[in-house]
């Protein structure tokens, strides 16, 4: 009767760890045959046969001692195995997956939640220091128009004085030229008249001194004559 050793290796939802069920030897009287037995983690939902005894047998075929060809199976049963193994871990099951998918959507729900508590945190600030900016360019408008009303009215009061000041001094030169011209108007009166005086006296004088001559002149003619 063939000798037939299944190993099976199964990983269910609930993470138990699965063994190999059983390793038969069925020979005959002169043959035996080794129990070989692998413990694998579970991962996966799988089964893998492997038959070792006929593996046994196909060597001993070749011409190799028992002990060598059931060495060798054990080897490449090892070898298979880990290579199931490290295949069956790379690869995720489907609730570890619907489970990490769960956690990116929680993570990016998150993310998301972060980012727009963050946004609105951001604009509210950026609100609050628009205004507080809006604010203060209102303060400086109003204090640099109170400046600007304060020193045109500063400059307005200046140049109302000094344009006072300028009447004051026109009006004291007006003044002054009129007593100025009214003064050499006398002057020129008195001066005018003085002339007008010493026009009479030197007329009166030449007059004098020709009726002083003429008379003088008929005294001659008569002594003469």
């Not at 699965?18 to 413990?39: A, E, G, P």
């Not at 950026?126 to 408008?141: C, N, S, V, Y």
């Not at 007006?174 to 002339?195: F, G, P, Q, S, Y």
Request: proline share 1%; aromatic share 4%.
């Amino acid at each position: 009767m063939a000798l037939c050793n299944r190993v099976v290796q199964s990983a269910g939802s609930s993470g138990r760890l699965l063994w190999f069920d059983k390793l038969r030897i069925l020979s005959s009287s002169n043959d035996f045959c080794r129990q070989l037995s692998q413990l694998t983690k579970p991962n996966g939902n799988h089964a893998f046969l492997v038959d070792t005894l006929a593996l046994v047998r196909s060597l001993e075929a070749q011409g190799l001692p028992s002990k060598q060809a059931e060495a060798i199976t054990g080897a490449i049963t090892e070898v298979l195995n880990d290579s199931l193994q490290n295949v069956a871990t790379s690869f995720v099951s489907k609730a570890e997956m619907q489970k990490s998918e769960m956690i990116q959507k929680s993570n990016l729900s998150n993310f998301k939640s972060e980012v727009k508590s963050l946004q609105e945190h951001n604009f509210s600030m950026l609100q609050r220091e628009t205004e507080k900016l809006h604010g203060d360019i209102e303060k400086m408008r109003s204090e640099l128009r109170y400046e600007l009303d304060r020193v045109t009215a500063g400059q307005r009061l200046d140049l109302n004085l000094e344009r006072g000041r300028i009447r004051d001094e026109l009006a004291n030169q007006n003044a002054e030229t009129t007593n100025l011209t009214n003064k050499l108007d006398r002057e020129i009166h008195a001066l005018r008249a003085h002339v007008e005086a010493s026009k009479y006296d030197v007329i009166k004088y030449c007059i004098g001194t020709l009726v002083s001559i003429s008379a003088v002149g008929l005294a001659v003619i008569r002594i003469l004559l």
